[in-house]
């Protein structure tokens, strides 16, 4: 009796263990036939991300992102209803005089040099009479303006104070799909910091601006945001928010940026002439559907020449109305906006070679680029008409 009750202890216990295991082992399929097969374990097609905070990004990005406040005087004499002689006539022009008003106006930008320089808005600043910039730690300071850039809403403004935190120009690398964060200041709350990805890249013919070449990104850009930056996740700025897409004023996820590549572009060319130098060609563009005699639509290829501006540097090199480009230094030309763009940044004086069909003959010809003059701002691409 002794002897059964010592083994008892063992025998439950290799029993529990025996329950145990069948409980929690993976059952393997049975076929057809009583065969039990193995058992194949399943790979995800698509690793799950292993980052679950953007903290490290926001603390080096967000510091150099700030708020900027405008103010504009108003004069309230300017009504023209109240300028109207039948409607100061009807109150014996006994109207009471009118004060001057103040309209304030915000909007976001980037420190981009440790002496104060900052990148932001055309339209942030356009016309404001004083300028102020608030820092995330708390500091104010009055920005000077350094120089615009209308054709691609951007500005570059400056302000005095020390030990200034800057982000980091990053023209290149960005995907479509890569995750982004926008910085700013919407609707004056306070900065702000919402996700998205890039949902687009080299957006164009949108008429937000002449020179068009924008990241689409789904991250929340409202209104206050312009000026602010976009960020990948490792802090960089690949791009400084500018336009939404919406019916409601707010988000509706199709928001805009200026790419680092242009931003730099922009920034240095301002610091370097005060102003923005641009190559051009003296050409008035159609889209690449309408053909050389401007009456019927065909999918073709090349950019359809509209007009010739005299003296220009296509007219002394024999480009004609009616010619289609295809190429630029043997790069494709799949859009006006693409060639415009292209046309740009290349240096006055420079020489391109444009390849052209004219009357259903390919040629190329040697171009010198001149300088745009801002008289030409609005002359370089004429809109699909409508039918």
């Given at each position: 009796?002794?002897?059964?009750?010592?083994?008892?202890?063992?025998?439950?216990?290799?029993?529990?263990?025996?329950?145990?295991?069948?409980?929690?082992?993976?059952?393997?399929?049975?076929?057809?036939?009583?065969?039990?097969?193995?058992?194949?374990?399943?790979?995800?097609?698509?690793?799950?991300?292993?980052?679950?905070?953007?903290?490290?990004?926001?603390?080096?990005?967000?510091?150099?992102?700030?708020?900027?406040?405008?103010?504009?005087?108003?004069?309230?004499?300017?009504?023209?209803?109240?300028?109207?002689?039948?409607?100061?006539?009807?109150?014996?022009?006994?109207?009471?005089?009118q004060k001057n008003q103040n309209e304030n106006s915000l909007g976001s930008g980037v420190i981009v040099r440790t002496?104060?320089?900052?990148?932001?808005?055309?339209?942030?600043?356009?016309?404001?009479?004083?300028?102020?910039?608030?820092?995330?730690?708390?500091?104010?300071?009055?920005?000077?303006?350094?120089?615009?850039?209308?054709?691609?809403?951007?500005?570059?403004?400056?302000?005095?104070?020390?030990?200034?935190?800057?982000?980091?120009?990053?023209?290149?690398?960005?995907?479509?799909?890569?995750?982004?964060?926008?910085?700013?200041?919407?609707?004056?709350?306070?900065?702000?910091?919402?996700?998205?990805?890039?949902?687009?890249?080299?957006?164009?013919?949108?008429?937000?601006?002449?020179?068009?070449?924008?990241?689409?990104?789904?991250?929340?850009?409202?209104?206050?945001?312009?000026?602010?930056?976009?960020?990948?996740?490792?802090?960089?700025?690949?791009?400084?928010?500018?336009?939404?897409?919406?019916?409601?004023?707010?988000?509706?996820?199709?928001?805009?940026?200026?790419?680092?590549?242009?931003?730099?572009?922009?920034?240095?060319?301002?610091?370097?002439?005060?102003?923005?130098?641009r190559g051009w060609l003296g050409i008035s563009l159609l889209p690449p559907s309408y053909n050389s005699d401007f009456?019927?639509?065909?999918?073709?290829?090349?950019?359809?020449?509209?007009?010739?501006?005299?003296?220009?540097?296509?007219?002394?090199?024999?480009?004609?109305?009616?010619?289609?480009?295809?190429?630029?230094?043997?790069?494709?030309?799949?859009?006006?906006?693409?060639?415009?763009?292209?046309?740009?940044?290349?240096?006055?004086?420079?020489?391109?070679?444009?390849?052209?069909?004219?009357?259903?003959?390919?040629?190329?010809?040697?171009?010198?680029?001149?300088?745009?003059?801002?008289?030409?701002?609005?002359?370089?691409?004429?809109?699909?008409?409508?039918?």
């Amino acid at each position: 009796m002794r002897r059964a009750l010592t083994w008892l202890p063992w025998i439950l216990l290799v029993i529990l263990g025996t329950m145990f295991w069948q409980k929690t082992r993976v059952e393997a399929p049975i076929a057809a036939d009583g065969v039990q097969m193995p058992v194949e374990k399943e790979e995800p097609l698509v690793k799950p991300n292993a980052v679950d905070s953007y903290s490290n990004a926001v603390n080096v990005a967000a510091p150099a992102v700030v708020n900027i406040f405008t103010t504009q005087k108003l004069n309230g004499t300017d009504s023209a209803l109240l300028k109207d002689p039948a409607f100061k006539k009807f109150f014996g022009n006994r109207l009471p005089e009118q004060k001057n008003q103040n309209e304030n106006s915000l909007g976001s930008g980037v420190i981009v040099r440790t002496d104060g320089y900052i990148l932001t808005n055309n339209h942030v600043i356009a016309q404001a009479d004083k300028i102020i910039v608030g820092l995330r730690d708390g500091r104010r300071a009055k920005a000077t303006v350094i120089g615009t850039d209308p054709d691609t809403d951007l500005a570059v403004i400056k302000i005095d104070l020390q030990d200034l935190p800057v982000l980091p120009f990053k023209p290149t690398g960005s995907q479509v799909g890569d995750v982004v964060l926008a910085i700013g200041n919407p609707f004056g709350v306070g900065q702000t910091v919402t996700q998205g990805i890039v949902s687009a890249l080299g957006r164009s013919d949108l008429g937000i601006n002449t020179y068009e070449d924008f990241i689409q990104t789904d991250a929340a850009i409202n209104p206050g945001n312009s000026g602010g930056a976009l960020i990948d996740v490792s802090g960089n700025l690949i791009g400084v928010n500018t336009a939404i897409f919406s019916q409601s004023g707010g988000s509706l996820g199709i928001g805009f940026a200026v790419p680092a590549k242009v931003c730099q572009q922009v920034f240095n060319s301002i610091l370097k002439d005060g102003r923005v130098v641009r190559g051009w060609l003296g050409i008035s563009l159609l889209p690449p559907s309408y053909n050389s005699d401007f009456d019927t639509v065909k999918p073709t290829d090349g950019i359809v020449v509209a007009d010739i501006f005299s003296r220009g540097p296509a007219a002394d090199a024999g480009l004609r109305k009616g010619d289609r480009i295809l190429k630029v230094n043997n790069e494709n030309m799949p859009s006006a906006s693409h060639l415009i763009n292209y046309v740009a940044l290349q240096p006055p004086n420079s020489t391109v070679q444009i390849e052209i069909e004219r009357n259903g003959e390919p040629f190329k010809v040697d171009v010198q680029v001149g300088e745009r003059q801002q008289q030409n701002a609005n002359a370089q691409y004429i809109p699909l008409p409508k039918r």
